[in-house]
C-alpha cells in the first residue's frame, strides 16, 4: 500500500501534475486525466498494482500530450513523431500508443503529410527524383508514395521555368554552357527525358551521353 504525500500541478508544462507517494523521494509525473480517473488527492492510499497502473495510464498521457505538442508546432509523419518522442525520453511502448492515438484523431496522417511535402518542394522547383528522397527522408511509408507524388506539378514546365529563369529567353549557345545548366536541373531531381524536352524549346538538343 502507498499513501499519496503530496499532489501539485506542474510549474514548467500546463495539464501535467506531480505526485508524491510516502518514502518515496522522485514524483510520478501524471496528467489531469490520471487525477480524476484514479480520484487522487492528499493521503489517498493506492495498492500496488494501482500504483502500477498509474504509472502506465501517466507515462501514455504524458506521451500523448508531447505527442500533440509536437504537431502543433510542425507537422510530422508517423515515424517522426515516434523517433521524437522516444528522443525526448518517452518509451518505445508509449511513444508507439501516442502515434495510434494521433492518427485516431486525425492530428496524424501520413499521407497528407507526404502531400504537403511533395507541394513544398515543388514549389521550390525540385522534380521527381528529389521528391522521393525527401518522402523516404521523412519516413514517408513507401507505399503512399504514388498517391503523395499526384500532388506534382507537370516536371517539363518546371523544368521550362527554370529554363526561362536561368537563361532569361537566351539560347544556350555553347556546349558546356547546356551542360551546366543540364547538371543543375538533375542535381534538383529531374530525369533526363524532362530536361531534353525543355531545352528542346531552346533549339538544344542533347543525347544522354551527353550529360
Not at 12 to 21: A, K, S, T, Y
Not at 38 to 56: H, K, P, W
Request: glycine share 8%; charged share 35%.
Amino acid at each position: 500500500m502507498k499513501v499519496v504525500e503530496k499532489l501539485e500541478p506542474s510549474r514548467h508544462i500546463q495539464g501535467r501534475f506531480l505526485v508524491w507517494f510516502s518514502g518515496e523521494k522522485d514524483p510520478i509525473k501524471v496528467t489531469e486525466n490520471e487525477v480524476l480517473s484514479f480520484a487522487l488527492y492528499r493521503g489517498r492510499e493506492l495498492e500496488e498494482e494501482t500504483v502500477q497502473e498509474l504509472l502506465q495510464s501517466g507515462g501514455e498521457s504524458s506521451a500523448k500530450a508531447r505527442a500533440a505538442r509536437m504537431l502543433g508546432q510542425r507537422p510530422l509523419s508517423r515515424k517522426e513523431l515516434i523517433q521524437r518522442l522516444e528522443e525526448k525520453g518517452e518509451t518505445p511502448e508509449n511513444a508507439v500508443t501516442a502515434a495510434d492515438y494521433m492518427e485516431e484523431i486525425g492530428a496524424l496522417n501520413d499521407l497528407e503529410y507526404g502531400r504537403a511535402v511533395v507541394r513544398h518542394y515543388c514549389g521550390r522547383g525540385y522534380g521527381v527524383q528529389k521528391l522521393r528522397m525527401e518522402l523516404q527522408r521523412r519516413g514517408v511509408p513507401r507505399d503512399l508514395w504514388d498517391e503523395a507524388l499526384e500532388e506534382q506539378r507537370d516536371p517539363v514546365q518546371q523544368v521550362e521555368l527554370f529554363l526561362e529563369r536561368r537563361l532569361r529567353g537566351k539560347q544556350p549557345s555553347e556546349e558546356k554552357e547546356i551542360k551546366r545548366v543540364t547538371d543543375a536541373l538533375l542535381r534538383r531531381g529531374f530525369r533526363w527525358e524532362e530536361i531534353r524536352t525543355g531545352l528542346s524549346r531552346y533549339g538544344s538538343v542533347i543525347e544522354e551521353e551527353d550529360i
